[in-house]
């Protein structure tokens, strides 16, 4: 069992993401932007995190860099849609920055609990 921070402005894909982690028997923990997720990711240690790139307040490869640089081992699944511009581009960006996996949405969630628990070396 893992503990898994997952960061996403978007509450339904929290609440997908959070059921389908908990079914694969994972501790989960959400924040819904990048200021509240450092926060969490400091008061609970998480050992994955998932983190979408478009998201207000605080965007994800801002939280990305200052993750990072608090821990430089830290395991990041990045996650994008696009928005107005193309995923590919904002994942590979996360990718250059630290983020260890990248997924487009929408995310195939046994994708996504494959690579969790492939960050977790089960």
Known sequence: MGKILIIDDEENIRNVFKRALEKANHEVIVAENGRIGEHHYIQHNPDVIILDILMPEQEGIETILRLVAFDQSVKIIAISGGGLGNANNYLD?????????ALEK???IKELVSKVNL????
């Open 93 to 101: 960006n996360a990718l250059k920055f630290g983020a260890t996996f």
């Open 106 to 108: 929408p995310i195939n």
């Open 119 to 122: 960050l977790l070396n089960y």
